[in-house]
């Protein structure tokens, strides 16, 4: 029973990583309709910011929790302004091309980040330093879930629902979800559509650094083809809960993640991609509008 | 057009942006064991300058993209692009491919084997694209698990001739037909998802592939691979090592030029026009009465085909097959080929073929940058020229009135 229970918290502290990324796909998806084939790359600039940042400040000889702060500060405002300039670059161009001209640019675009990453920094895995530190309250139950993980859940929940109340009552969020819907009468009415999309990169861009961060610090190395599989399982899950709505999305996230955790606990560690790639492939034949999204005809 | 004030402005605001942005991967190295900093500033200027000077290169781009289309709404004619008006002008076609055939005859001859064996590749790398121009440019369906195919078609071969010494002759059409098999598997069940899905599924299904390749030890041997396959026979004789290159040499240009008249003849065929069709209108395309699913499925199984051929093909060549040569990125090079050479298009796709292959060969200083240019230069025509180096010439008729009437 401990181990069914180990696993169980493992695919959620999994799940809500993988959240953390599906929500940038699924707010991109629900504003342009592309898949946003860069977003695992922007994870993980994330993640090698915060690296870079952290060890620098650790030589310069900061305190752990100010090097903490800083490293995710750090993390979220590059990836936010790679976010950014990704859209300025490569979608923003194509905005009324036919819909499989931006996909193939997002697609070179990821080669282009991993690549750049991969020729400025280096190929190997990279140690990670342990940025959040154990609990000493925590110690009876660390046996079932490390303090990394306990950070890791409540971070997203947290998250999770400031998200939820930016969406639901703020000006901007407003504006993102009237773009959603109809981008030309959002424009009609007064919503300065290009800002909107904008800030939907640098949002989903923020969630994936943080995300990076905290993956990063709990499994303790990183190197630059973390992001493209990450991007791809995240998407599974974005698609699983339906693509463009974002309680569909957790949800999706936190399915994948048991999935994947129980099905390497109990069958084998071998296959653990093939069930998130066979998982994709059955939802979107039996139901390709995803467990939450709702499918739409399309007019002529 | 000269630089005014506010553009240099805009440059120098563009390659501020961009010092900032690259400053923490461009210009700090850390080595975390030792807890060393290594501050890379020159970097940072190179990073400065450069895009300085590209934000001027993309703005002109930028500026002579929209003027042309306005150009082309107006009715004023477009120039053809160079590669078009060498192309359509007699006087330079029947010396130009005269002179083809006899560099294409002597070439092995010529060079030497390492240079034949480039040009393999880069051969079997236009057969490819030609194979992936099928479903990617004339169906318009984004497959990016392409490489699944040729996977399939060389470990048929890998495993075929392992376990029952079966040759190259025989297992080359076993190769196509398991090709169009998985082909039209995969195809079932995903060819009624849109555009993007379908992409992301065909994604998956190329990894699995790949998984399923690696940690099946008992059925494909695992991350090591199979060793030792047979080199082509030439009529049951067993060639040396650099006759056997050359021999393979010229199966790979009859098979070039058997895809290439394939691929022709497909296009203006009855499926071929609804594959087009489909690509620019799918609820109009089953309006006219086409089977979407019927054809979209030819569409994957015909390219797939073509994978699982020059998938034997590799095999034969390289003697050895392992799951790493079948990553994602394989599949992406395939695409970025027909992306560059111009979806639909032929020549496009041979050209671009030979220039994606054999440049990254000859300047070996660059060959590390390979796949970063592959992702901007995939960026940067879907930008600025989505049609590709060589513009598939569309069908189009003109309306000529009457004089009499």
Same mark, same amino acid.
């Given at each position: 029973m401990e181990y069914f229970f180990e696993l169980f918290l493992g695919g959620l502290t999994r799940g809500s990583i993988y959240a953390l990324i599906a929500l940038g796909y699924t707010m991109v998806y629900g504003i342009?309709?592309?898949?946003?084939?860069a977003h695992g790359e922007i994870y993980m600039i994330g993640a090698f910011t915060a690296l870079i940042v952290a060890s620098v400040l650790t030589v310069m000889g900061l305190n752990e929790f100010a090097i903490l702060v800083l490293a995710s500060i750090a993390a979220a405002v590059y990836s936010a302004a790679y976010g950014y300039t990704v859209e300025k670059i490569a979608y923003k161009p194509l905005r009324h091309a036919p819909r499989l001209s931006p996909l193939i640019s997002a697609i070179g675009m990821s080669i282009f980040l991993q690549n750049y990453v991969l020729l400025a920094q280096t190929s190997d895995f990279l140690p990670f330093p342990s940025l959040i530190p154990d609990f000493e309250f925590w110690e009876p139950y660390s046996h079932l879930l490390r303090s990394t993980q306990l950070v890791i859940l409540v971070t997203t929940t947290v998250i999770m629902v400031l998200l939820t109340l930016l969406i639901k009552y703020t000006k901007i969020g407003k504006a993102m979800r009237a773009t959603a819907q109809d981008r030309s009468m959002a424009m009609l009415v007064g919503v300065n559509v290009n800002q909107v999309i904008s800030m939907t990169f640098v949002i989903g861009s923020c969630l994936a650094a943080v995300g990076g961060v905290l993956i990063a610090s709990h499994i303790g190395q990183i190197n630059f083809f973390i992001g493209f599989i990450a991007g791809i399982k995240a998407f599974t899950a974005a698609v699983l809960g339906g693509v463009g709505s974002i309680p569909g999305a957790v949800l999706g996230s936190l399915i994948l993640g048991l999935t994947e955790s129980f099905a390497t606990g109990?069958? #084998? #560690?071998?296959?653990e991609d093939v069930f998130a790639f066979a998982l994709l492939v059955l939802i979107l034949i039996f139901r390709p509008a995803g467990l939450l999204g709702r499918s739409t005809m399309q007019k002529v | 057009m000269m630089p005014t004030l506010s553009e240099i402005k805009k440059s120098f605001l563009v390659s501020l942006w961009f010092m900032f942005l690259t400053f923490p991967i461009m210009v700090i190295r850390v080595n975390t064991t030792e807890k060393l900093v290594l501050w890379r500033w020159e970097n940072m200027a190179y990073m400065g300058i450069g895009s300085f000077l590209l934000s001027f290169v993309w703005r002109y781009m930028l500026w002579r993209k929209e003027t042309g289309k306005k150009d082309s709404e107006s009715g004023t004619l477009q120039l053809p692009s160079f590669f078009e008006r060498i192309l359509s002008d007699r006087r330079y076609i029947v010396p130009a491919t005269a002179a083809g055939i006899a560099l294409v005859a002597i070439f092995p001859f010529v060079m030497d084997t390492y240079q034949t064996n480039i040009m393999i590749t880069a051969l079997m790398y236009i057969v490819l694209g030609l194979g992936l121009n099928i479903v990617v440019?004339?169906?318009?369906l984004l497959d990016l698990g392409y490489v699944a195919f040729y996977a399939v078609g060389a470990y048929t071969y890998g495993l075929l001739n392992h376990h029952f010494g079966l040759g190259f002759w025989t297992v080359l059409p076993i190769g196509a037909v398991m090709g169009a098999f998985f082909g039209i598997l995969l195809g079932f069940p995903v060819l009624r998802l849109r555009g993007d899905y379908l992409a992301i599924v065909t994604l998956g299904f190329g990894e699995i592939i790949r998984l399923i390749l690696e940690n099946w030890n008992e059925f494909?041997?695992?991350?090591s691979g199979i060793a030792q396959i047979a080199r082509p026979s030439l009529f049951g004789i067993q060639l040396s090592l650099s006759s056997s290159i050359i021999y393979l040499y010229f199966v790979m240009i009859g098979m070039v030029l058997f895809t290439i008249f394939v691929v022709n003849r497909l296009q203006n065929s009855r499926i071929g026009r609804a594959w087009i069709a489909l690509r620019e209108d799918e609820v109009a395309c089953q309006a006219m009465g086409i089977d979407k699913t019927r054809t979209k499925l030819t569409a994957f199984a015909l390219g797939a085909t073509w994978a699982g051929m020059v998938g034997v093909i590799f095999a034969a060549k390289t003697t050895f097959i392992n799951?790493?040569?079948?990553?994602?990125l394989e599949s992406a090079m395939i695409l970025a080929i027909v992306v560059l050479g111009g979806m639909g298009s032929i020549v496009g796709v041979s050209i671009a073929a030979l220039i994606l292959i054999l440049l990254p060969e000859y300047l070996r200083a660059f060959s590390e940058f390979r796949m970063l240019i592959f992702g901007a230069i995939m960026v940067i025509m879907m930008v600025f020229?989505?049609?590709?180096?060589?513009?598939?010439?569309r069908r189009s008729y003109k309306f000529q009135p009457d004089k009499h009437s």
């Open positions: 342009i309709e592309l898949i946003n084939f109990y069958v #084998s #560690s071998d296959y | 440019g004339l169906a318009g494909s041997f695992g991350p799951p790493a040569s079948f990553t994602f020229r989505p049609q590709g180096i060589v513009a598939n010439v």
